[in-house]
């Protein structure tokens, strides 16, 4: 029974501590190609204001960290996982 848990508590940990290198760098890896992309979001829509060179002010977005949710469901996981051995070795 020991064994399936700490593989699982094991791979998870792994997996939740991993989020926080997919919040940070480009998405998909399109910065090799931006010029191209730029040039063919242009074609396909004139009127976006990359295009056209006047952008919006910017707005207030709430900042969502799913680094540290991750940690901290990994976390409760944790705790559960120890509570649950505790109960069952008593």
Do not use: Q, Y
């Not at 004139?46 to 799913?66: F, L, M, Q, R, Y």
């Not at 680094?67 to 944790?78: D, E, S, V």
């Amino acid at each position: 029974m020991m064994k399936p848990i700490a593989g699982l508590s094991l791979v998870a940990s792994l997996v939740l501590v991993a989020s926080p290198s997919f919040a940070v760098g480009t998405w998909g890896g399109n910065s090799g190609n931006k010029p191209k992309l730029d040039e063919h979001v242009c074609k396909k829509a004139p009127k976006n204001p990359h295009c056209t060179g006047t952008t919006p002010a910017p707005s207030a977005v709430p900042e969502i960290d799913a680094a540290n949710a991750g940690l901290a469901l990994a976390l409760i996981g944790g705790l559960m996982a120890i509570r649950r051995e505790r109960r069952n070795r008593g």
